[in-house]
């Protein structure tokens, strides 16, 4: 019996994770404003209601999605965490990423990191449609000929 995927377990341990890390940000700021009150998370991340919101959601989501498309998830979320981070570590330093979603060094970090394991957990994962061990999957591969008589 095989054990879960990577990307299945990039998504219910990261989803957790973002769930509960949106959750605590609300204790530093819930300011939904452009971008309103931003307060830093442990120290280290910017955060406001917009930012709580968006690892909640995308936390939830893949919770919802780690037994039924984790490897997209993975992928998707892990392109979409990168992308923060380049568009982050652009604007430099202490910004807002169109207007109200606030950005730090330590979020840029954490968005690297985490936008590098998604894309790493959705490529070591086979495609669901792909058969494991070189077994074809039924209706697929050499047709049976019929015996001659």
Do not use: K
């Amino acid at each position: 019996m095989a054990g879960p995927s990577p990307a299945r377990l990039y998504a219910t341990l990261v989803g957790g994770v973002l769930v509960v890390a949106g959750l605590v940000g609300f204790f530093y700021s819930s300011s939904f404003g452009s971008p309103g009150s931003v307060d830093d998370a442990l120290g280290v991340f910017s955060v406001n209601g917009w930012h709580n919101l968006f690892q909640i959601a995308t936390g939830g989501l893949g919770l919802f999605l780690a037994n039924r498309a984790a490897r997209g998830y993975a992928l998707w979320l892990g392109l979409a965490y990168l992308a923060l981070a380049i568009w982050g570590l652009v604007l430099g330093g202490d910004a807002t990423i169109l207007g109200f979603f606030p950005v730090n060094g330590g979020d840029d970090t954490l968005h690297l990191i985490l936008g590098g394991l998604g894309v790493a957990a959705a490529l070591a994962t086979a495609r669901a449609g792909r058969a494991r061990g070189g077994a074809a999957r039924p209706g697929r591969g050499r047709r049976r000929r019929r015996p001659r008589r």
